[in-house]
Nanobody, 119 residues
């Protein structure tokens, strides 16, 4: 069982930066592949970024490439999402998620943290 708690969201002006954190409980966190998703009002949840359990493989949705960076600190049981050059269209609730199989569905989800980017 893995429990995920996101933090670091808030209100920021366009062009600004935020760093989201996702703290995980459970001794086997280091073996999980992690992802970040977001859901804007009236829209479906969408994939943002993922990182493999050891941190050697990452993937991003096109709209955030070059602006967002996902990282994982297994010693701290934490995954991060560094968001730079934020745009109003990045406004959403951001969720982290964990899965054992890199090609399978995500097994665990956090409760989400709100990110609002003003123009």
């Amino acid at each position: 069982q893995v429990q995920l708690v996101e933090s670091g969201g808030g209100l920021v002006q366009a062009g600004g930066s935020l760093r989201l954190s996702c703290a995980a409980s459970g001794r086997t966190f280091s073996t999980y592949h992690m992802g970040w998703f977001r859901q804007a009002p009236g829209k479906e949840r969408e994939f943002v970024a993922m990182i493999s359990w050891i941190g050697t493989r990452t993937n991003y949705t096109d709209s955030v490439k070059g602006r967002f960076t996902i990282s994982k600190d297994n010693a701290k049981n934490t995954v991060y999402l560094q968001m730079n050059s934020l745009k109003p269209e990045d406004t959403a609730v951001y969720y982290c998620a964990a899965r054992r199989n890199i090609k399978g569905p995500y097994d665990y989800w956090g409760q989400g943290t709100q990110v609002t980017v003003s123009s």
